[in-house]
Structures are given as structure tokens and as C-alpha cells.
């Protein structure tokens, strides 16, 4: 009924930048809350950025400053630009949110299948 489909992941060098997209499609009423989370190898999935459907954000410390997360309302979509990237930041990059489909009155999670983003020299 949902579908969140993201983009942008790929190979980047230290000090690079990257923007990742999620483009969620399907019998949407309302989507409130949009996350990105990342998983690096052998690590647990991690928040890295919320934004509310007004607009306030929220950020892991380690990306402050660095990232920037927004989103575009009549497109459904939620945008993640990634700058200063490092070592560190290499991981699957997942995209969340909790969206209200047509004929339900309560909020659902959704995911998407998660997009690579390797940061290397």
C-alpha cells in the first residue's frame, strides 16, 4: 500500500558530499514524521536525522553541522545532504516514516530498502 523508495547512495571521498532521497508513494492520507537511520556493518541501526511534518529536526551528534535533513511536502519526499562526510559515515542509509494511509485513523511505520553510501579515498 506504501512504498519508500530511496536514492542518491553511492562511493565519496572524505571530505565529499552526498544527497540522499526518499520518495514515499501509495494511498497516503498524511505523513507526519520522517527519519533517516543508518546501519554500519556489524553495528546496530542508528538515528541520524528526523524532521516532524512542520519542520522541526532533529540530529544525531555525530552529523551536526554536517547533515542537513528536509523534506518536500508535495512530493512526499525527504532529502538527506550529507557534507564533510568521513570514514565513519560509511553504512546502509534507511529511510522511516510514520504515515497515515487512507481508511486508517493511526500512524504506521514504513521503511525503505536502504541505500549504500561508502565514503573512501
Known amino acids: 500500500q506504501v512504498q519508500l523508495v530511496e536514492s542518491g547512495g553511492g562511493l565519496v571521498q572524505p571530505g565529499g558530499s552526498l544527497t540522499l532521497s526518499c520518495a514515499a508513494s501509495?494511498?497516503?492520507?498524511?505523513?507526519?514524521?520522517m527519519r533517516w537511520y543508518r546501519q554500519a556493518p556489524g553495528k546496530q541501526r542508528e538515528l541520524v536525522a528526523a524532521?516532524?511534518?512542520?519542520?522541526?529536526?532533529n540530529y544525531a551528534d555525530s552529523v551536526k553541522g554536517r547533515f542537513t535533513i528536509s523534506r518536500e511536502n508535495a512530493k512526499n519526499t525527504v532529502y538527506l545532504q550529507m557534507n564533510s562526510l568521513k570514514s565513519e559515515d560509511t553504512a546502509v542509509y534507511y529511510c522511516?516514516?510514520?504515515?497515515?494511509?487512507?481508511?486508517?485513523?493511526?500512524?504506521?511505520?514504513?521503511w525503505g530498502q536502504g541505500t549504500q553510501v561508502t565514503v573512501s579515498s
Open positions: 522511516n516514516a510514520a504515515i497515515q494511509i487512507y481508511g486508517r485513523s493511526y500512524d504506521h511505520d514504513y
Open positions: 501509495g494511498r497516503i492520507l498524511r505523513i507526519n514524521t
Open positions: 524532521i516532524s511534518s512542520g519542520g522541526t529536526t
